[in-house]
């Protein structure tokens, strides 16, 4: 690939304004981006679109590119919100950040960097991508997401929807630099978002109570909460406001019984709209040994082969388990998972991730996980 025209999407954060001035010292032709991805109350307190155009804006002024700013709000509505708020009514925690970056920025933003004559996108993402000759592929290589080098900040897990069509026409100029370095060449090429905090969560929800925002679109449904005695000690103001593991905001501060350990969310009834919770981090009934999950992606296009010592996360920062793949006979669409260990508060909506050392192969969405003990398992529906 030669190296001419790349658009970076400039977030307004360090790592993207690091990212193009990476690309531009190497001798690439630059365009910065600037994506607006949600209009719904973004001149509140909870969004910071505005000072992040800002940012982005003033970033590549410092640096001497050109920048866009492109709506895509039309289509993370679509592709993105919608689905979102379909999984919360199903009772699942869905991972909007997984959808958003195979949806939009891999997406919507590479075709319209492709439109606007670039050979290949970049972003701020803390991975990498391997190239490997392979006769039997279109072009002759296979790509590779592999983790980022600083393991303190990779986001492969996020990244794991990416194809290899994607791959092809990405690079993340971050993803073989530490966090500390790429704070230190903000600083001392002058950029002026050097010391901005990095971003957490997703725009929409920013800093806002997550209930209260949940709730101007899910309408309440009040139920029973029930201990793993079956005892009535509260009432939840509906399924979708919790998540499996949920500790704060249970509703059941001021209940005292057993261990005086703290209450966590355990598993939730959508059938009877029944909220069970248990106490002590180390409940038997939060520990799953096995897991099921569905609409599966492959960034390979199929499988890994049999008989690989494999890891997953069932969630991001945690570290890789090492389990079992198993294909689902039923679906080529779903897989299960046996892990060493019993893997704590495993939760449908998630992602379920694997990874063959650094690279890391692709996944699914947890649809139900097997409580690690039998018989525990057997009395919760007594």
């Known amino acids: 690939m030669s190296r001419s025209r790349v658009v970076v999407g400039l977030s307004g954060g360090v790592d993207s304004a690091v990212s193009a001035w990476l690309l531009k010292e190497q001798g690439w032709e630059v365009v910065g981006l600037f994506m607006k991805n949600w209009e719904d109350d ?4 909870y969004c910071s679109t505005r000072q992040d155009w ?16 492109v709506n895509f709000a039309a289509e993370y509505r679509d592709r993105v919100f919608a689905e979102f708020l379909r999984e919360y009514s199903a009772g699942r925690t869905p991972n909007p950040d997984v959808l958003c970056n195979a949806e939009i920025k891999f997406k ?15 972003t701020g993402h803390y991975a990498r991508v391997r190239s490997i ?10 790509h590779e997401l592999l983790r980022g080098l600083d393991a303190t900040k ?4 996020f990244l794991h929807r990416l194809d290899q069509a994607q791959l092809a026409r990405t690079v993340f100029p971050v993803g073989e630099l530490p966090k500390s370095e790429v704070r230190e060449i903000a600083r001392r090429i002058g950029l002026p978002n050097h010391a901005k905090k990095d971003s957490t969560g997703i725009c929409f929800i920013g800093e806002r109570p997550f209930r209260e925002f949940l709730n101007r679109y899910l309408p309440t449904a009040p139920g029973p909460i029930l201990t793993d005695s079956g005892r009535v000690v509260g009432e939840h103001v509906g399924l979708a406001f919790y998540t499996l593991g949920q500790r704060k905001g249970v509703g059941v501060g001021g209940q005292k019984a057993g261990s005086g350990q703290a209450w966590y969310v355990a598993r939730k009834d959508m059938s009877t709209n029944t909220l069970h919770i248990v106490q002590g981090h180390d409940h038997p009934w939060l520990a799953s040994n096995q897991l099921h999950a569905t609409d599966v992606h492959w960034i390979a296009g199929h499988p890994p082969q049999g008989g690989r010592a494999l890891g997953a996360k069932t969630r991001y920062r945690q570290a890789d388990a090492p389990c079992a793949l198993r294909p689902d006979p ?17 939760t449908p909506g998630q992602s379920a991730v694997l990874y063959d050392g650094e690279v890391c192969l692709g996944g699914g969405v947890i649809e139900s996980s097997t409580v690690a003990v039998a018989e525990l398992e057997a009395a919760s529906r007594t």
């Open 154 to 157: 990779d986001q492969s897990y």
């Open 108 to 122: 919507a933003f590479l075709d319209h960097a492709l439109r606007m004559g670039a050979q290949c996108i970049a």
């Open 330 to 346: 039923s679906s080529a669409g779903a897989f299960e998972l046996e892990f060493e260990q019993a893997q704590w508060a495993v």
């Open 133 to 142: 000759e392979d006769a039997s592929r279109p072009g002759g290589l296979r």
């Open 54 to 69: 800002i940012d982005a804006a003033s970033v590549a002024d410092l640096l001497g590119i050109e920048i866009e700013a």
């Open 42 to 45: 973004d001149d509140s307190d």
